[in-house]
């Protein structure tokens, strides 16, 4: 998933949490409601956004972020620990007036678990990606992250901190290709991009 988080975008209403399976998805495509049924107490997750609801929470189309969509099993430690301070730390640099771009993602690298009462086959991620950016009058900065299911929720996103170089290669996405060569390999090859902004 790739969004854009403005300060317009963000710091709206409360909004609730009605998932829905996405409409425009074949419903033999994809996950409903019922199928996250137990998960929690089975395999210990939560119904987890790729494009977190309170990035988007002050736009007309908050209520599309609850499409399963967009949304994964993702380990509650996870979910409610690194995961959630990333996504907080990014609406933090919003609020300094700057615009961010996020890509966000899941990796498919070891078995977590399954859905114990989903009737579609179906695999769950072992852990996500979220590359996040500012580009300010063509100064482009970036700082990556890789995020494991068998995440504590004690631990600190900021040492899961990767390069954008190292998110390509586990994905195989290219995350900036509008990106001049030129400024490839500083903004992808290295650390540290937006840590300091991020509160690392």
């Given at each position: 998933m790739a969004y854009h988080v403005t300060?317009?975008?963000?710091d709206g209403p409360s909004r609730s949490r009605n998932w829905k399976a996405d409409p425009s998805i074949n419903s033999a495509n994809t996950l409903e409601p019922n199928d996250y049924s137990g998960a929690w107490a089975t395999i210990g997750t939560d119904r987890g956004h790729q494009v977190p609801l309170a990035s988007f929470s002050n736009t007309a189309d908050w209520q599309m972020l609850n499409y399963l969509s967009n949304i994964t099993p993702q380990d509650s430690d996870l979910n409610q620990g690194p995961w959630v301070d990333l996504e907080n730390a990014v609406r933090d640099v919003v609020r300094t007036g700057q615009d961010v771009y996020v890509v966000s993602g899941p990796l498919y690298e070891w078995y977590f678990a399954t859905l114990p009462e989903a009737?579609?086959?179906?695999?769950?991620?072992s852990g996500y990606f979220k590359v996040v950016i500012t580009d300010v009058n063509g100064w482009v900065e970036a700082s990556a992250f890789i995020l494991e299911q068998n995440a504590a929720r004690s631990d600190n996103f900021c040492a899961t901190e990767v390069t954008v170089n190292e998110v390509e290669s586990r994905t195989g996405l290219n995350i900036m290709p509008s990106l001049p060569s030129y400024k490839e390999n500083a903004v992808e090859g290295g650390l540290g991009g937006l840590t300091a902004a991020l509160g690392c």
């Open positions: 300060p317009s975008t963000i009737d579609e086959s179906h695999s769950i991620p």
